[in-house]
């Protein structure tokens, strides 16, 4: 019986653990390389510094960061969205829909967060309840829900939103802090409460570790996964309230691509693709490191496919060197 106790595999949710200061570490390394990446910023141009171009460069991160709290969670437990990008393009183009028909801020709003609700279920549905792979069947969704918006606008565009739908992406709750900024922190804070300070939280971890001993101890596997993908269509529609308010107009290509800079930001804080790890402060870190990282490259005239080629390459070194350290770990001598 002792045999078997030791055997198991820890939850990495808690202080203390071997994992969490595994974690912890990886979150000093990387936020040393943010602190870094400032620097080169601040050397590299002389407008880097200024409060409002460093207020602007938070609009980089914060809405991809948004999804990116809710997908950790996802990750951590074993399934991936890869329809987020779509979500706020057809939830974006429900809102222009809705606009043109004169309905005010608040019932746009309530527009753009019920189609990313329903986006989820609708995933969720097909992960947890039919058991498909997320991975195709978001791959799926993801042609769907943008396809959708392809057909409603073709090449027109949405726009007359009202005045104060403007504040939600480019208003201000004080001086330099943006209202997306206030609200990245405070979702920052919510999900890290809701993964480390609660008992659904450790569901999630439990999950990720091991599904099948999750469902023998009583987990609801399925009921935890499908509220997963709801809070990935959530975060998705608020990203697309805020992007939509930003740019003042709805196109069915807003957001093209933003799947594979959300899934870089993830893996990129720590949480691990094979499930079970992560923190929340991994992917705040993270998100800082990428914005900081393309409002740089735009300060200097980088053209935007080298830092598509950037994030990629980001994205395949995450992966690939935690796999090849345990790889070579393994390979070393045995007591």
């Not at 309230?241 to 093209?256: D, E, F, H």
Request: charged content about 10%; proline content about 3%.
């Amino acid at each position: 019986m002792s045999d078997m106790v030791s055997s198991r595999r820890p939850i990495p949710d808690r202080l203390g653990t071997k994992a969490s200061r595994t974690l912890a570490s990886w979150e000093v390394l990387l936020f040393g390389v943010a602190i870094l990446i400032f620097i080169f910023n601040s050397l590299a141009s002389p407008y880097f510094l200024n409060a409002w171009n460093l207020s602007d460069a938070t609009f980089n991160f914060t809405e991809k960061a948004m999804i990116a709290f809710a997908m950790a969670l996802l990750v951590i437990a074993g399934e991936i969205d890869l329809s987020v990008a779509a979500i706020i393009a057809l939830a974006s183009t429900a809102m222009g829909a809705a606009a043109q028909m004169g309905i005010g801020t608040p019932g746009l709003v309530a527009v753009g967060l019920g189609v990313g609700l329903l986006c989820g279920a609708i995933n969720g549905l097909l992960v947890s309840g039919l058991k498909l792979p997320s991975i195709v069947v978001t791959i799926g969704t993801m042609s769907l829900f943008r396809g959708i918006s392809y057909i409603v606008l073709g090449d027109k565009a949405y726009g007359k939103y009202p005045e104060s739908f403007a504040y939600f992406g480019q208003g201000y709750v004080a001086w330099v802090f943006s209202f997306e900024f206030a609200l990245f922190v405070v979702l920052a804070v919510l999900f890290g409460i809701l993964l480390h300070a609660t008992n659904f939280g450790r569901q999630v971890y439990v999950i990720g570790n091991n599904e099948f001993a999750a469902r023998f101890s009583g987990i609801p596997v399925e009921r935890v996964k499908f509220i997963l993908f709801l809070l990935t269509g959530l975060m998705s529609g608020i990203a697309a309230v805020c992007l939509t308010s930003r740019l003042g107009s709805t196109r069915p290509s807003i957001a093209q691509g933003w799947e594979l800079e959300v899934v870089t930001m993830v893996v990129l804080g720590g949480i691990s693709i094979l499930g079970g790890a992560g923190t929340i402060a991994g992917v705040v870190i993270a998100a800082f490191v990428m914005g900081l990282v393309t409002f740089g490259l735009g300060l200097l005239n980088v053209p935007g496919i080298v830092m598509s080629i950037f994030v990629g390459l980001l994205l395949i070194i995450t992966i690939a060197v935690p796999i090849i350290g345990r790889r070579i770990k393994e390979m070393g001598p045995r007591a």
